[in-house]
């Protein structure tokens, strides 16, 4: 980037992220079975309609917000058994699809590594167009193409 002309190469600075930073913060929240981190996230499977996910200590985190908030269930974790509205159940068959979004600038961007899955239903719009292509320079003959 220092050389290219429209920038200016001493406001370049080098960002590391602390191997633990921003660790407080990541979805899910109170994750201890994993030590991620923005750098180094996942694997983490993403829910899709009609996939099924196994309760368990370690996907519970994981899963929780989904299977209530967005799926519309009462879910408790009573001593290690898992009860979906009221009953008893060890696996999870999701009703609808998830995506996982991730920002173009990692150090600087709220993604999913923040906010989680994102449904189905909470998905607004479609691309239309694309803005801007960049791979190792401009790739001219992208910019401002409709998407088909």
């Known amino acids: ?80 058994a898992y009860f979906i509205n009221g009953r008893q159940t060890n696996t999870y068959t999701f009703k609808m699809d998830y995506y996982w979004m991730m920002g173009d600038n990692r150090h600087k961007s709220q993604d999913s590594r923040f906010w989680g899955f994102v449904p189905e239903s909470a998905v607004v719009g479609k691309a239309w167009m694309i803005w801007f292509s960049y791979d190792n320079g401009p790739r001219w003959k992208r910019l401002f193409n409709i998407i088909k």
């Not at 992220?17 to 921003?22: F, M, N, V």
């Not at 196994?54 to 985190?61: F, G, H, K, S, V």
């Open 1 to 80: 980037m220092k050389k290219l002309p429209a920038v200016d190469a001493a406001s370049i600075t080098k960002e590391v992220a602390r191997g633990d930073a921003g660790s407080e913060s990541l979805f899910p929240y109170y994750d201890v079975a994993h030590a991620w981190t923005v750098d180094n996230y996942g694997p983490i499977w993403v829910p899709k309609k009609g996939g099924t996910v196994t309760l368990n200590a370690e996907t519970y985190p994981m899963y929780e917000r989904a299977i209530r908030t967005y799926e519309g269930n009462t879910l408790e974790n009573k001593n290690g």
